[in-house]
């Protein structure tokens, strides 16, 4: 992606489900889950870079031994970072007592990171500041262990402010209104009243410590997330893992954040991409499964597990832009879809280069334009084999036009080079716009000056802000008659609201070029009807119910706003002609049928929360507020 966004967060969860020295004896390590969590984190380190953190939980510990541990980390490389000190400290309490390397119960009750329930977490923040604070995974902490609470997820919630005086309300004092603190303190509220119910429940009939144990033995979950999560609105995928052993993974009920297990007789393990788990166990993929939206997976003490409904599910709408571009490429299901993208594009780029093929070089944004790239190819390939079969079946009298044809295969050249030691992820606007020139490089010598067409293909466009400044130019210093850029992503419209950083209108090259199309044409007073709608229905609490920005949209056909998109992106000094392509609505869903959540493209939002954001958001654009909408 030349525009790079920070994006959703990722999580990974493991249980063990027999005891500790069962790893120890049969894997040869006491490190055996420090090992797989790693992987696992490693493996989604493309969903966080900002910072990391890793929780533990030792279950059945002796009163007056420490039984959850934490680090977090906001280093340049915070898994790594996170994973040398827990090496570093099994070295440390090792030293002078390494006979006890293999001795499950001197382990656990000396040193930390030694127990069976395991939580990790890779932020890329949307909100807050980068500091460890802000890390997950958060801890709730009591002297009971049945109602410590540790969390961490991929998750956005679009009613924060009612969340929050809900807690109020209830009498808590919460030290900050974001969802995260938010969600963590709702869900512990519930799990206190759940601990309390279960006490009274039993209090005649068992004395502590007894007691304390029953409560873990009977508390209900399942009542605990139904009871939290009932006026959540957003996306989200989160984990929590209770101090006395028990474990969960709620997913939102329009499955808009990913969530997947897989379980044996060894372990229970969630991840957020299939590929970490893939990766780290050496599974099939159908053996991996996918969280159910609207259910949770619990996992009790004992390390039985089941999957609970929690909430009614919504018709799924999992976010397409994992598909597109978040998710790793090399999950098979996801790198088919990638191509599918690029090969789907075929019919408008040859109608944009007059099916001129033989002065027309093909190319890509890298890196994760690669695949559609590839499918691209292949449709090209595709439309020649067919273009050869009507040249035999016409007839073709001369043999060394026959030749031509059966011998024509397109120009394929990697044209832009990306500077693998720039830190692309940098998105604060003070800072891009100096990055962005520094980021590429360009291959000289291979386009014809004044006769090629350059067609290059990037994942999407959202702010066209590196294209503009950087991309353009360089490829305009190469000489080409034409440019084409192509996005296998349709045109992003609407602002996220469900964990990607894309909240501000004003940011969307889509969006600035739809209302200069309404200048224009005279219709500027579209603007002030749409804000006077927006700001009413968000005075009357009834912003929920309907995105009042899309009618101004519906005014100009897609390709109008391509067509204006060019204009605005194209850099003063350029010579060449440029065009932009965009993929269509349509054909996104016919390369992503399972994942259909495209309301960063439609404004068609899964939740209402949604809709009032949009609304939100357009207000802030018309006065001038360069503010989030949630």
Sequence with gaps: MSDAIKHECGIALIRLRKPYQYYIDKYETPLYAVHKLSVMMQKQVNRGQDGAGVANIKIEVPAGKRYISRYRSVEPQPVADIFQKIHKKFRKGLKDHKNKVNDASWLQENLAFTGELWLGHLRYGTYGGNEIENCQPMLRQSNWRSRNLVMAGNFNMTNVDKLF???????????????????????????????????????????????????????????????SCRDFDGGYAM???????????????????????YVDDEVVVVASEKQAIKAAFDVEYDQIQEVTPGSALIVNKEGE?????????????????????????????????????????????????????????????????????????????????????RAIMEGILFEEELDRVLSFRPRIEKLVTKDVKSRTFITADNLRDDMVSSVYDTTFEVVRKGIDTVVIIDDSIVRGTTLEKSILNMLDGLGPKKIVIVSSAPQIRFPDCYGIDMSRM????????MIELLEERGLGFMREEVYTKCAANLASGNAFKTNHAKVLYELFTDDEISKKIAEIIRPDSMKAELSVIYQTVDNLHTACPKHIGDWYFTGNYPTPGGNRVVNKAYVNFHEGKLVRAY
């Design 506 to 513: 004003k940011d969307f090259v889509a969006f600035r070029a």
């Design 165 to 227: 005086g809900k807690l109020v309300s209830l009498g808590q004092h919460p030290k900050e209104k974001v969802d995260t603190v938010t969600v963590m303190e709702k869900i512990g509220h519930f799990l206190d009243e759940e601990n309390q119910r279960v006490f009274d429940r039993f209090k005649g009939i068992w004395e502590n410590p007894t007691l304390s144990d029953i409560i873990e033995e009977n508390i209900d979950l399942q009542r605990v997330l139904e009871r």
């Design 239 to 261: 984990c929590g893992l209770t101090g006395h052993g028990a474990a969960f993974v709620m997913r939102d009920p329009a499955g808009i954040r990913p969530a997947y297990y």
């Design 305 to 389: 597990y089941s999957e609970m409904a929690i909430l009614p599910q919504l018709p799924k709408r999992s976010c397409s832009f994992e598909r597109i571009y978040f998710s790793r490429g090399t999950d098979p299901d996801i790198y088919n879809e990638r191509k599918e993208l690029g090969k789907l594009l075929i019919p408008q780029i040859l109608e944009e280069i007059d099916y001129d093929l033989e002065n027309t070089i093909f190319s890509y944004i890298p890196n994760t334009a690669e695949t559609s790239f590839f499918g691209m190819i292949e449709g090209l390939e595709e439309y020649l084999a067919k273009k050869r079969k």
